[in-house]
């Protein structure tokens, strides 16, 4: 008698704590609808962008070539051709590159004696290369008949090196140049350059200075 | 009359022309329509002809008109107003400006963070490689604030001889946090040393080379470094002895 009443008081107990399982079951889940209604409804249909400044299109870098003319102490003005590449930093400072040749003629010398060869036709190779950091001096409008356009004129100064008669010479290098900017990728450059640097080629050590003028263009990236 | 073939090939190459000209038209168009809008909430912002302080200011554009960014050269940036009126704003004016759905926008200007956070380092350093001027031109890559890799190229220039050497180093900052941030260094290398032609003729030499190194960060301003070094080679010559050769240099560095 009494394990029957225990059966039903347990059977009782079960029912009950499953009866209560499933109440605070349903419970739950009718708990949820209620904080769906909280819930914004309509979701405002907005774009959203996030600005930053890698998504715009940025153009530091400046690749350019030139010709022009240098002067190789004791071997005469030669034509030169180069590039360079550039990278603007600031709005007044910038870094660059340039690597040049040319090829020295005969010293007065040779052509006043007519059979003398001082350099042989390989010696007479002359490639720089130059690390330089400039400055826009001025920046400002140019004026062309009616039309105004952007224009820098800047300083530079770079050291490098230059291989002339089969030897490396370092080499500081100082100028002036002139950007004219008729579009904003592109720039038409007017540039003047000393390159020192300490020669032996003609038997004593000497500082020479070898003067260059050019005229390039160059285009941003 | 060209052989069948070549006009072939000739028309196979006219077009991937014509392709690579319609992606590069078709890419245009893309960026077109992608260029970032922002509003104006400053009371008004300056437009300059070009991109430097130095140009003239030829348009001003009012609170709550709608600019296009089209394209950044150093701190400026070239916009395009509602009635097509195109000139170039510093980053400082654009500041203060909203996206279209009125949140503040991030036109961040490079600081002492950037220098502390930065990924890339390009630089150019010259000084004196036992007796020689030497030029050095280097590339880093920061695998994590304290720690990078390094490739440089240098030319040492003597009276009796020119090196080139090409080195790769791994650094340690343990002070990136620094606006004068020293660095230890460990690398090696190759260098190729080649005697002066005025002298008397003797072979050039190719040889490895191990290097310590020390040296200082100092942060300029905006993307300048200053750096210092002081660096020690040993060269694994071919003959008895190997060559120990000490190089101090300083210079300039721009990082990204």
């Known amino acids: ?221 | 009359m060209l052989p069948k073939r070549q006009t072939n090939e000739i028309m196979r190459i006219v077009f991937f022309c014509l392709l690579v000209l319609q992606a590069l038209a078709s890419g245009q168009a893309r960026a077109e329509e992608t260029y970032l809008e922002v509003i104006v909430s400053d009371p008004y912002i300056e437009m300059h002809t070009g991109p430097a302080s130095g140009y003239p200011v030829t348009h001003v554009i009012e609170r709550g008109e709608k600019i296009k960014v089209l394209i950044r050269k150093t701190d400026w940036y070239k916009v395009r107003t509602r009635k097509n009126k195109e000139g170039w704003v510093h980053r400082n004016e654009l500041r203060q400006t909203l996206t279209l759905d009125g949140r503040k926008t991030k036109f961040r200007d490079v600081s002492i963070e950037g220098y502390r956070n930065r990924d890339w380092e390009i630089g150019l350093l010259s000084g004196d490689f036992e007796g020689a001027a030497s030029v050095t031109l280097y590339g880093t890559y920061y695998l994590t604030p304290t720690l990078s890799t390094e490739l440089s190229g240098t030319h040492a220039i003597g009276n009796f001889s020119s090196s080139v050497m090409a080195n790769v180093r791994i650094a340690a900052h343990p002070f990136p946090e620094w606006r004068v941030s020293p660095f230890f260094a460990l690398g090696a290398g190759y260098i190729k040393t080649e005697p002066d032609a005025t002298l008397v003729r003797t072979v050039d030499r190719d040889d490895p080379v191990a290097n310590v190194s020390i040296g200082t960060h100092i942060y300029l301003t905006k993307r300048f470094i200053f750096r210092l070094e002081y660096n020690n080679y040993k060269i694994f010559t071919s003959r008895n002895d190997n060559e120990e050769v000490e190089e101090w240099k300083a210079g300039f560095a721009v990082f990204f």
């Open chain 1, 1 to 221: 008698m009494e394990s029957r009443l225990c059966r039903l008081f347990l059977t009782g107990a079960h029912t009950t704590f499953l009866a209560l399982l499933m109440l605070s079951m349903t419970d739950i889940h009718a708990a949820e609808p209620l904080e769906k209604k909280t819930e914004q409804i309509i979701l405002p249909e907005l774009e959203r962008r996030e600005i930053k400044q890698a998504a715009i299109d940025a153009e530091d870098f400046e690749f350019g070539i030139f010709a022009g003319a240098l002067s190789i102490e004791d071997f005469g003005v030669n034509a030169s051709v180069g590039a360079r590449l550039t990278y603007h930093v600031t709005e007044d400072f910038f870094t660059e590159l340039s690597v040049g040749v040319s090829k020295a003629s005969e010293t007065s010398y040779e052509a006043l004696l007519g059979n003398v060869q001082l350099l042989s036709d390989d010696e007479r190779d002359y490639i720089y290369y130059n690390l330089a950091l400039g400055y826009n001096l001025f920046s400002g409008e140019a004026f062309f008949g009616k039309s105004a356009f952007n224009s820098d004129l800047y300083l530079i100064a770079g050291i490098g090196n230059t291989n002339f008669a089969n030897d490396d010479h370092f080499t500081w290098s100082i100028g002036a140049g002139y950007r004219f900017i008729p579009k904003d990728w592109y720039a038409i450059h007017i540039d003047f350059r000393d390159h020192i640097f300490n020669s032996d080629i003609l038997g004593a050590d000497k500082q020479t200075h070898n003067l260059e003028i050019n005229a390039g263009i160059s285009f941003f990236f």
